[in-house]
T-cell receptor, first 113, second 115 residues
Framework: QKEVEQDPGPLSVPEGAIVSLNCTYS??????FMWYRQYSRKGPELLMY????GNKEDGRFTAQVDKSSKYISLFIRDSQPSDSATYLC?????????????FGRGTQLTVWP | NAGVMQNPRHLVRRRGQEARLRCSPM?????VYWYRQLPEEGLKFMVY????????ESGMPKERFSAEFPKEGPSILRIQQVVRGDSAAYFC?????????????FGQGTRLTVV
C-alpha cells in the first residue's frame, strides 16, 4: 500500500463548477498537508498547506484535513479554465527531518469553458 | 528575485553516460531538495541537502546516484552510467530553512531522456 493515495483522474468539469480533489494516507505521523498545482511541463507550485486537522480557506480554494479518517480534500469554487492542471497532495511526517515530502500521484483536472 | 533555476531543462544521454543536473536555489535559500517524477507517478523524494551537508538521502538509489551542495555554486545531482529507467523529470526545490520545507519553491525541472 502506498503511503499517499490519490485518484489520477482525469477529471473534467464545466467552468463555474465546484471541484473536489481528495487524498488518503496511511501514516498517522503525517502532520502537515499540502496541495500543489502543476501545469504541464512546469514545476509544482504550492497552493496552500494545513497543519493537523481542520479547514483552511484561501480565495476560491478550501483545504480540509480529517486525521481520524486519514483523508484530505481540496475544494475549488467557481472553477476557471485557468485551473486546468494536475493537482498534487503532499504530506510531511512529524518524525522526519521535515525535509521529505510524500506526494500523491496527482489528479489531472480540466475545466472547460 | 529569480526563482529556483534548473539546468539544463532537457538532457539526452546514451546508456552508460553520465548525467549532471544543476540546481541554483533562490537567493538566500540554504536548503535544497531533489525529487524524481516518473511517467504516471507522483514525485518521489531523493535527497535533502544543506550547504556542504547531506541531511537525508534515504530516497537515493544506492548505486550510481550522488548529490552535493557545495559552499559556492549550485547543487548537483549526478547519475553515473545512466540506464533507460533513469528517464524522468528531476525537480529541485529550495527553502530558507528546515521548517520551511513545507513552503519550499520548486524549479521547472530537468527532463532526462536516456536513449
Amino acid at each position: 500500500q502506498k503511503e499517499v493515495e490519490q485518484d489520477p483522474g482525469p477529471l473534467s468539469v464545466p467552468e463555474g463548477a465546484i471541484v473536489s480533489l481528495n487524498c488518503t494516507y496511511s501514516n498517522s505521523a503525517f502532520q502537515y498537508f499540502m496541495w500543489y498545482r502543476q501545469y504541464s511541463r512546469k514545476g509544482p507550485e504550492l497552493l496552500m498547506y494545513t497543519y493537523s486537522s481542520g479547514n483552511k480557506e484561501d480565495g476560491r480554494f478550501t483545504a480540509q484535513v480529517d486525521k481520524s479518517s486519514k483523508y484530505i480534500s481540496l475544494f475549488i469554487r467557481d472553477s476557471q479554465p485557468s485551473d486546468s492542471a494536475t493537482y498534487l497532495c503532499a504530506m510531511i511526517d512529524r518524525g522526519s527531518t521535515l525535509g521529505r515530502l510524500y506526494f500523491g500521484r496527482g489528479t489531472q483536472l480540466t475545466v472547460w469553458p | 528575485n529569480a526563482g529556483v533555476m534548473q539546468n539544463p531543462r532537457h538532457l539526452v544521454r546514451r546508456r552508460g553516460q553520465e548525467a549532471r543536473l544543476r540546481c541554483s536555489p533562490m537567493k538566500g535559500h540554504s536548503h535544497v531538495y531533489w525529487y524524481r517524477q516518473l511517467p504516471e507517478e507522483g514525485l518521489k523524494f531523493m535527497v535533502y541537502l544543506q550547504k556542504e551537508n547531506i541531511i537525508d538521502e534515504s530516497g537515493m538509489p544506492k548505486e550510481r546516484f550522488s548529490a552535493e551542495f557545495p559552499k559556492e555554486g549550485p547543487s548537483i545531482l549526478r547519475i553515473q552510467q545512466v540506464v533507460r529507467g533513469d528517464s524522468a523529470a528531476y525537480f529541485c526545490a529550495s527553502s530558507l530553512g528546515q521548517t520551511s520545507a513545507i513552503e519550499a519553491f520548486f524549479g521547472q525541472g530537468t527532463r532526462l531522456t536516456v536513449v
